[in-house]
Every structure is written in structure tokens, then in C-alpha cells.
């Protein structure tokens, strides 16, 4: 059965880094696309990155907030999907989520599988 779990998360100073992990089990890289979502406290949850299947070419999509700041890449030995997280500001604060989707990449509703979520708060 797919299951996605995150780790990574955790309390940095404005300007820093973190690197968060997605491990993946019960689902083949070649069909799935990975995406990184992220929920603060009152806010919609949001799309923030996503790498296709490798069956389509594992092409890579980032919000306009995120863009040259993060970066996401997948370790197929390893089958895991990173997002790099560099230049992090306070209103990057939020739970973290990867998700799987057979559809591709695309809006949090054709979301196949959810993982548990990571905090990331960036604060002083």
C-alpha cells in the first residue's frame, strides 16, 4: 500500500536552511508524481513543489514564493523525494506534507496518499 512519510522539519533562523525528506514505499517512481504541500495555522493548504513520474520525465514545478529557494530532487536508489529549503523566511512557517498522486502533478484534491507531516517554523 502507498505510504509516504516526512522528516526534516524543525526550528531555524530566518536566512537558513533545511532539507526535508519523503520516504515512499508501496508505489512505483515510473507512475507517481511527489509533491510538497504546506498548511499554516488559518491558511488553505498550498502547493509548494512537485517532480513528475519518472514516466514523465521528472519535470519539476515550484510556487512563485519558493522559486530559487527551493529545490526538489528524488533519490531513486534510495526511492525518496528531497526538498531543499535555502534563504527560509518567517512566512515559510508551516506543517509540511509530501503526497503521492497517480494523476500527476497537480491541486491538493487528486492527492492519492498523504504522509503525516513535519513543522518547519522559521523564527529568531
Known sequence: ??????????LVQPGGSLRLSCAVSGLSLDYYA???FRQAPGKEREG???ISSRSSHSTTNY???VKGRFTIS????EN??????NSLKPEDTA???????LF???????????GQGTQVTVSS
Do not use: K, P
Open 34 to 36: 511527489i509533491s510538497w
Open 74 to 77: 528524488r533519490d531513486n536508489a
Open 1 to 10: 500500500q502507498l505510504q509516504l512519510v516526512e522528516s526534516g522539519g524543525g
Open 95 to 101: 506543517i509540511y506534507y509530501c503526497s503521492a498522486a
Open 104 to 114: 500527476g502533478c497537480s491541486d491538493a484534491g487528486r492527492q492519492d496518499r498523504w
Open 80 to 85: 525518496t523525494v528531497s526538498l531543499q529549503m
Open 48 to 50: 509548494v513543489s512537485c
Open 63 to 65: 510556487a512563485d514564493s
